[in-house]
């Protein structure tokens, strides 16, 4: 197996699935002549045309209210907004209507759109370029959210996803596009969506923690005996591999880079107290950025959680 990043990883993911299904079609803003804004869907026009690979107007509410009637009549529309933010332009027709076609019709109608897009912090980019705002999206019923945190995985989940029979968000970490390399099959695979990883094997300290952050926390985990999970779908979650971990180790620590307040963090803090509490030897820590919005380029670094507050988050959670 080749070594590549997590751009060629979904590229990869969308041309087999596309060779594989003439239904499914991608469409977004230069996602065709230019290829994406970060390259991703580079070649794409090339090989399927411009029926199957669509340059868009800037309407991300349009873009995503086409793929939503393309979904309902049988195509399976991959739709890329260019980045995180963009995507609130669009919320109406996710939260309206793309989640709530299978309950509004009764079953007679389907949703299999996925909506991909970068997110997060990392790219040095002007305002709204650099959000982490996923749990806006998990508070919506009736879809999936996916977060890949390797190339292999991206590749896996994004094969699952377009074939999911429901609309699934799909947000990729922009500053892991090209700063990781894993080993990939060439051939299509599937990772199943709702399942997490056990990233790294430990029994003294749960850390969830998906996106960027999974190996932000692998690097402070150096000297702590840490069970590292890659939560990758963040809706539904993984109960079961969370619940297991905590009932191991007995403590947990939660690292995301969206805000504190209201984040999945959170939810998953409180599914820990209801369900794993006499398991729990101290409180759950989280680790997060603070309740304001991203700053600019220069402030990003400090903004986001360091090695150095999860490590100061393990320390705590080591005193019970």
Known sequence: MAKINMVAAINQALAQEMERDGDVVVMGEDVGKDGGVFRVTEGLLDRFGPERVMD??????ALVGCGVGMAAYGLKPVVEIQFMAFAYEAIEQIYSHATRLRARSRGRFTCPLVVRTPYGIGIKGPELHSESSEALFCHMPGIKVVVPSTPYNAKGLLIS?????GPVVFLEPARLYRSIKSEVPEGPFTVPLGRAEVFQEGKSITVIAWGTMLHRAVEASEGFDCEIIDLMTLKPFDEETVLNSVKKTGRAVI????????????EL????????????KGPVKRVASPDAVVPMAA???YYVPTAGRI??????AMKY
Not at 269 to 280: Q, S, T
């Open 56 to 61: 868009t107007p800037l309407s991300e509410l």
């Open 161 to 165: 996803a377009i074939r999911d029979a």
């Open 255 to 266: 690292v995301h880079e969206a805000t504190r307040y209201c984040g999945l963090g959170a």
């Open 269 to 280: 803090a409180a599914f820990l107290a209801e369900e794993a509490i006499m398991h729990l």
């Open 299 to 301: 402030l990003e670094d």
């Open 311 to 316: 490590r100061k988050a393990f320390e705590e």
